[in-house]
């Protein structure tokens, strides 16, 4: 098959699983409201109580926020595989002389998409409501770099997991499962604040390194006092790990699941 | 094909079936549920991998060229294989363009295909509007966007109404009558009666029977297909649906 071909095979996927999610108001618009909800009650809500790195909560809180935002996204991706694999559809693409790889890579393409608009939309409100990152331009193009590898990460992680579970319905639930994992993290409130028995899952799971990484290239500092760099090489091999293990499972998922 | 044998979890589901199914006719594999039909076409059409045997589709070994077989075959599963969130023009043109035709002739295409299929009326609208019977005039659409000379149809009037049964039947003959070879399976007498040029009965993953209708009729010395099949299939005849 010539390249030419993948690529309108990549392509023409591309385009229908963007207007796929664009087809779907409510849950478009849930996808956009949501950073914007979040934002103004962790902000204004949380915020006071929480006013941890001795400043404006505003200036803390926005890295948890895009990962909590991606989870959000990543559970969409999960739930739109997932209702793929339980029609017929699927049967009918693998039956058609295409790379296979491209229904996943659709899914994938859109996911990220959705998702870098969703973190568009936190970035935009936080700074309409205050927030003031200390971060030059090249910690920009680095923080957004971050996420975007983040955000690769963990949109394989959910077609893997729509792949392997049994239906939508299953999918939508490990939503709950991936969006409650940020609030275990540095997210929200220092590791140091919590529970003794929480701390070391706190500082240690795959979405503090992302979120400090983020934190430390915005802000200038890590809620941890680690230097950046050490939170970002390990994010780094965080979400290339979960990436490998996630791109392996989900070709192989989808060569070999016998649909039905 | 030559002895296809394929079995889930230890339990034999297709034992050794051979066909040969002439080009240019129809040919029906009619069964009971759960006699092995549908495991049958998937492994013809390159989804399912059989344990044991092969098949020369269109002159493409199926284990040594699955691309080739897909190249050269389409498949109408059992579930319309329609995307629901597009329309039913967008369906054509998205099939078309994997297909690999230039986004002009996937458009020209699609237009031929909804006229020819009676689909104009509903082409911008939602296949997800669509009735039972739509969506199986737009799978089978889908199915011919290539002309491909081998066409597989999965139970293709199952849940459909007497009137749409009626069209669906009609393009099958059409297209036979364009040359396109066509292996359905089905579980209504009548669909095989009344389509195909040769029958042949699964059961329990064997085949029990072959010829065409007039010769199954005569073997059983009865007009009546229900008897021929009754006859082969014993006790679990009860597992058939009657004719409509």
Redesign the interface.
């Known amino acids: 098959m010539s390249t030419a071909?993948a690529l309108?095979?990549y392509?023409?996927m591309i385009?229908?699983c963007v207007?796929?999610s664009l087809?779907?108001p409510e849950a478009f618009f849930t996808a956009l409201m949501l950073p914007i909800i979040l934002m103004l009650l962790f902000v204004y809500v949380f915020g006071g109580a929480m006013s941890a790195a001795g400043g404006q909560y505003v200036n803390y809180v926005v890295p948890g926020l895009i990962v909590l935002c991606a989870g959000f996204g990543a559970g969409t991706t999960a739930v739109a595989v997932a209702t793929d694999m339980s029609?017929?559809?699927v049967?009918?693409?693998?039956?058609?002389?295409?790379s296979g790889s491209s229904v996943l890579a659709g899914h994938i393409a859109a996911s990220l998409a959705r998702n870098l608009l969703a973190t568009a939309l936190v970035i935009g409100v936080a700074l309409g409501i205050g927030w003031r990152p200390s971060g030059g331009p090249l910690a920009w193009v680095a923080a957004i770099a971050m996420i975007v590898l983040f955000i690769l990460a963990i949109s394989w992680l959910a077609a893997a997991a729509g792949l392997l579970v049994s239906g939508p319905e299953a999918a939508n639930s490990l939503t709950f499962v991936i969006m409650f994992l940020p609030y275990l993290s540095t997210a929200f409130v220092p590791a140091a604040t919590m529970t003794r028995a929480l701390r070391p899952i706190a500082a240690n799971q795959p979405f503090t390194p992302v979120i400090e990484t983020m934190r430390g290239l915005w802000m200038g500092h890590t809620e941890t006092g680690a230097p950046v760099g050490h939170d970002a090489i390990l994010a780094v091999a965080y979400c290339g790990a979960i990436l490998l293990a996630s791109v392996t499972a989900a070709s192989f998922t989808f060569r070999h699941r016998?649909a039905r | 094909m030559r002895g296809i044998a394929k079995a889930f979890g230890g339990k034999p589901v297709l034992e050794s079936v051979d066909l040969a199914v002439e080009a240019g006719s129809v040919f029906a594999l009619l069964g009971p549920n759960g006699a092995g039909k549908t495991t049958l076409v998937?492994i013809l059409?390159?989804?399912?991998k059989a344990d044991a045997g092969t098949a020369i589709i269109n002159g493409h070994d199926l284990r040594a060229d699955p691309?080739g077989v897909?190249?050269s075959?389409?498949?109408t599963?059992?579930?319309?294989?329609?995307?629901?969130?597009?329309t039913g023009r967008?369906n054509l043109v998205?099939?078309a363009?994997?297909?690999?035709l230039p986004r002009r002739d996937a458009r020209r295409r699609a237009g031929e295909l909804l006229a020819a299929f009676d689909l104009d009326g509903a082409a911008d609208r939602?296949v997800k509007t669509y009735s039972g019977g739509m969506r199986r005039r737009l799978d089978l659409a889908?199915s011919m966007i290539t002309r491909p000379p081998l066409l597989f149809l999965d139970e293709p009037t199952t849940g459909l109404d007497p009137r749409s049964r009626q069209q669906v039947w009609g393009f099958v003959r059409d297209l036979a009558a364009s040359g396109v070879t066509v292996l359905l399976t089905t579980q209504y007498l009548d669909e095989a009666d009344r389509l195909a040029d040769v029958i042949a009965v699964l059961h329990h993953g064997r085949i029990v029977a072959q010829g065409t209708p007039a010769e199954l009729k005569a073997q059983a010395a009865s007009d009546s297909l229900d008897d021929v099949f009754l006859a082969l299939t014993g006790s679990d005849a009860d597992q058939m649906e009657p004719v409509r």
């Open positions: 071909y309108t095979d392509n023409v385009g229908r207007r796929r087809r779907d029609s017929g559809i049967d009918r693409f693998r039956s058609m002389p295409i016998v | 998937r059409a390159t989804l399912t691309a897909r190249r075959i389409s498949l599963g059992q579930y319309a294989a329609v995307d629901d969130v597009l967008e998205m099939m363009r994997l297909q690999h939602r889908v």
